[in-house]
T-cell receptor
Framework: LAKTTQPISMDSYEGQEVNITCSHN???????ITWYQQFPSQGPRFIIQ???TKVTNEVASLFIPADRKSSTLSLPRVSLSDTAVYYC?????????????FGAGTRLFVKA | DSGVTQTPKHLITATGQRVTLRCSPR?????VYWYQQSLDQGLQFLIQ???????AKGNILERFSAQQFPDLHSELNLSSLELGDSALYFC?????????????FGPGTRLTVL
């Protein structure tokens, strides 16, 4: 299973774009990159998933370079309500029977 | 609202006791996952069931056990409770068996062991 490394914490201000990078040097061919968001005392919520290049939805964008050894979650114009922990996961969505590893995540704090 | 329900929301008990946490997955979801999250800790995967059968096992203690019933709801049993078992326990469900498909998380059960 690919291990991920992401910053422990990040600070930002309202209205700024936030980019959180995740390193996954030993990502496998069939692995996808998935990001979740978790607010205090709540269950995580799926944000976005991608395999290569760029994926965008109404919440975020995910940038994945050609070598796929890293990925960047981009949150446009953050607000105070985006303060949360963001988890980067790497694994094959078409294969079961493995542990789902969330890691420590990145704690994003958005200031006014 | 993710569609996943967990009961109870809060549970306070004493060391040495046994408790059962219940999870109802989203309608149609066959996979159920259990996670433990201690204070300021990340999510620790405990166990996964798919259509009634155990599919994957994490660092689940021998004092803990789980099952998924024919109606697809799942229960996590925690016995001989210790102070360190105090945590948030989350259940998640997904449609497919692949672990890295989108998982939908319930609101969690907060367990306090005194």
């Amino acid at each position: 299973l690919a291990k991920t490394t992401q910053p422990i914490s990040m600070d930002s201000y309202e209205g700024q774009e936030v980019n959180i990078t995740c390193s996954h040097n030993n990502i496998a061919t069939n692995d996808y990159i998935t990001w979740y968001q978790q607010f205090p005392s709540q269950g995580p919520r799926f944000i976005i998933q991608g395999y290569k290049t760029k994926v965008t939805n109404e919440v975020a964008s995910l940038f994945i370079p050609a070598d796929r050894k890293s990925s960047t979650l981009s949150l446009p114009r953050v607000s105070l309500s985006d303060t949360a922990v963001y988890y980067c996961l790497v694994g094959d969505p078409n294969t079961g029977g493995f542990k789902t590893i969330f890691g420590a995540g990145t704690r994003l704090f958005v200031k006014a | 609202d993710s569609g996943v329900t967990q009961t109870p929301k809060h549970l306070i008990t004493a060391t040495g006791q046994r408790v059962t946490l219940r999870c109802s997955p989203r309608s149609g979801d066959l996979s159920v996952y259990w996670y433990q999250q201690s204070l300021d800790q990340g999510l620790q995967f405990l166990i996964q069931y798919y259509n009634g059968e155990e599919r994957a096992k994490g660092n689940i203690l021998e004092r803990f056990s789980a099952q998924q019933f024919p109606d697809l709801h799942s229960e996590l049993n925690l016995s001989s409770l210790e102070l360190g078992d105090s945590a948030l326990y989350f259940c998640a469900s997904s449609t497919l068996a692949g672990d890295y498909n989108e998982q939908f998380f319930g609101p969690g059960t907060r367990l306090t062991v005194l």
